[in-house]
């Protein structure tokens, strides 16, 4: 056995520390202890507030940038923060996010107009009620027809969803499992949307497959919504004019379907005359 076979399989005593289960310890931005004689798993406290801190720089970084810009960004970093910690107890840290946000967004909206407004004129400018919440922060944007709608953050909160362990040795490389695996990664995506949402309807109506190339949309790469009939010529956002795609599909697809449409486009510095070229061109 070579020194550096030795090296591997020996402790790193430096980075090592022994505690008593009831103390518990943090591993990947989890904490587990015993509690009652069960273990319970939640997320690190460390981690919670360095996600807050995070947000609340932010804002003070923008305070003076546009409500939709704020939706957008806490958008894109909230809800996959917040599915990390969706198998686990987290329930009482949602909640206490949720709070801790709203108080944060809600001070980004009064320090905007200190002297001019008061606090009933903020809310009704800021936040409204979507669905049953109430206080909801919310931004005016237009969409890819020009309309102005509104946009409104994400709850962070998510229901606990119990992780399910792979069943004995299964491999994804087994090719006589393919049914199985694919079950998991349909549960797993109508999991990750609500089951209400368009984007749910219509990756349950794709079974998890890519329209293109028919592959596992859960495979690790993005994917994106395609619009059967373009938005140009009039397309809408209904169930039946969608379709979810790779990234990679979507703009090769798109890639495709432009270079032949300038294949059959004429040329811009060409004139037809009737009689020309012997019968004549249409």
């Known amino acids: 056995m070579t020194s550096s076979s030795r090296l591997r399989r020996e402790t790193f005593w430096i980075k090592t520390r022994i505690v008593h289960i009831a ?18 798993v939640q997320p690190e406290k460390a981690k919670v507030l360095a996600k807050l801190r995070e947000v609340r720089s932010w804002l003070k970084q923008h305070s003076g940038t546009s409500p939709r810009a704020v939706v957008r960004y806490l958008n894109s970093t909230l809800p996959n923060w917040a599915e990390y910690y969706r198998h686990v107890s987290s329930s009482r840290v949602y909640a206490y996010f949720d709070h801790r946000l709203f108080r944060m967004l809600w001070s980004w909206a009064r320090r905007r107009h200190t002297k001019r407004k008061n606090m009933r004129w903020v809310r009704r400018r800021y936040f409204d009620s979507v669905g049953g919440r109430t206080w909801v922060f919310t931004g005016q944007a237009q969409d890819r027809r020009g309309h102005w709608t509104k946009v409104h953050l994400t709850r962070v909160y998510k229901t606990f969803l119990p992780h399910y362990v792979v069943t004995g040795a299964n491999s994804p490389m087994d090719p006589t499992l393919r049914t199985y695996w694919h079950r998991r990664h349909l549960t797993a995506g109508l999991q990750r949307y ?18 293109v190339c028919r592959g596992i949309l859960l495979n690790g790469e993005s994917f994106d919504e395609h619009h059967k009939v373009t938005v140009k010529r009039g397309g ?21 379907n432009d270079s032949i449409a ?18 004549g061109v249409p």
Request: proline residues 1%.
């Open 23 to 40: 103390d518990g310890f943090n591993f990947l931005g989890f904490h587990v202890r015993s509690f009652k004689g069960h273990v319970k």
């Open 194 to 211: 609500d089951g209400t949402s368009l984007r749910a309807k219509v990756f349950r109506r794709q079974q998890g497959r890519c329209a």
């Open 236 to 256: 809408n956002d209904s169930l039946a004019n969608l379709e979810l795609r790779h990234e990679a599909c979507h703009y090769n697809s798109h890639h495709w």
């Open 262 to 279: 300038m294949q059959h486009e004429p040329d811009e510095g060409m004139t037809f005359k009737s009689g020309s070229w012997g019968g």
